[in-house]
């Protein structure tokens, strides 16, 4: 029986701090489902991502190491993806130690460290810090190659 192992996060400018993280909870299973926070779960927790979702997703899903991306639509839907996907692990980094504990009636739940002096939290306060035309800039920006790429593809 496969050990299916989900975690669950925003992934906005993706760095290696995010990478290392998948990949010891790759390390912990068979498969590693990501639940990517959609824009509009964003905006819920009063969050605005760089990238939006559908990039976000792509990304994280094109790493040989993810076997299946999903939306993350509201707190709520954890212990149902946890059922729906069998899942043996939950997995999630250790700034959220203690939050997730009440799902260990469903399956394993680890809290693993941080990789040290790299935040998306820090990456998000530099960007606070731009002017926020040039935030929506980069935006463009970014929309702009996304664009290109898939026509190239």
Not at 6 to 16: A, L, P, S
Not at 124 to 145: F, G, K, Q, S, T
Request: hydrophobic content about 40%.
């Amino acid at each position: 029986m496969a050990r299916n192992v989900i975690t669950y996060g925003t992934f906005d400018m993706f760095h290696v701090g995010h990478l290392r993280l998948l990949q010891r909870l790759r390390n912990l299973g068979d498969r590693l489902i990501v639940a990517v926070s959609t824009d509009e779960f964003n905006a819920a927790k009063n969050k605005k991502a760089i990238i939006p979702y559908e990039g976000r997703a792509e990304i994280v899903g094109s790493l040989k190491i993810v076997d299946q991306v999903i939306p993350e639509h509201s707190w709520d839907q954890k212990a149902a993806d946890i059922k729906k996907y069998d899942i043996s692990v939950f997995g999630i980094g250790d700034d959220w130690s203690g939050k997730f504990d009440h799902l260990k009636v469903h399956c394993e739940v680890v809290y693993l460290p941080r990789t040290p002096d790299v935040s998306s939290s820090a990456l998000r306060r530099m960007a606070r810090a731009l002017d926020p035309e040039m935030i929506e800039r980069l935006r463009e920006v970014h929309a702009v190659l996304d664009q290109m790429v898939r026509n190239f593809e």
